[in-house]
């Protein structure tokens, strides 16, 4: 397990190159929402764990030994990935990014965030025990990695939710999003408490990602974000 951790205020190419992925438009925000969808012309492979806190990983907390509270424990290292098997077309090849079951990172991407100036990652190591397709990646690609910290950022006069779904502490349902970056704190990386699903990484940390030759990833404008 490897922290890069700082207290806050509240290399190989994974297959074909794809084209990353932005909605361009006019946007006051220094924010970016991050994923990685597939390109038209592939699927993602679809991993899956044997690990049975898998939503604690977006609850923002650092995981420690010392934390009597259930599946906040530091997982046992490396976590072990499995592939599920690839029996449908079009073909498919391993993401950047996986957001699910547990966040995976490639080591370049943790590496490039981190080169960054992003502080707030525990990283945990991982181990594709089973791969599908001809060129897979090393066993040690991924990172699991838990971002630490929920900085309640959005603007809810200026967004836009879902009046039909109940408001919840940590998933209300945006149409549209907007950021009050004034409670930012500046961080550079976050998941935002208001929904936890959304990872806010600031627009120079996204260039930086792009100079590194990172292409693969899909930045959405946050009033272009639903979730």
Not at 1 to 12: F, G, L, Y
Not at 71 to 99: C, M, N, S
Not at 112 to 133: K, M, P, W
Request: with cysteine; glycine share 4%.
């Amino acid at each position: 397990m490897t922290s890069n951790i700082t207290p806050q205020a509240n290399s190989s190419e994974d297959g074909p190159r794809g084209e990353q992925q932005i909605v361009q438009r006019k946007s006051m925000t220094s924010y970016f929402v991050l994923d990685c969808m597939s390109p038209l012309e592939y699927e993602h492979y679809l991993l899956k764990v044997d690990y049975s806190a898998q939503k604690r990983w977006e609850a923002g907390v650092l995981f420690s030994n010392q934390d009597e509270r259930d599946g906040f424990h530091q997982p046992t290292e490396p976590i072990e990935l499995q592939t599920k098997a690839d029996t449908e077309v079009p073909p498919r090849i391993y993401a950047e990014l996986y957001w699910q079951p547990i966040p995976l990172m490639s080591r370049r991407l943790v590496a490039a965030l981190q080169e960054a100036g992003v502080d707030n990652l525990q990283t945990f190591e991982t181990r594709l025990v089973t791969v599908q397709g001809k060129s897979p990646p090393p066993v040690d690609h991924y990172l699991a990695v838990n971002i630490v910290g929920l900085v309640k950022a959005a603007d809810l006069n200026k967004s836009k939710t879902n009046s039909d779904v109940p408001e919840k502490l940590t998933s209300m349902d945006f149409h549209s999003l907007a950021i009050d970056e004034s409670k930012t704190h500046e961080q550079l990386m976050f998941r935002l408490a208001e929904n936890i699903s959304a990872v806010l990484v600031r627009e120079r940390v996204k260039s930086f990602i792009e100079s590194k030759g990172i292409n693969t990833l899909t930045w959405y404008r946050p009033e272009d974000w639903a979730g």
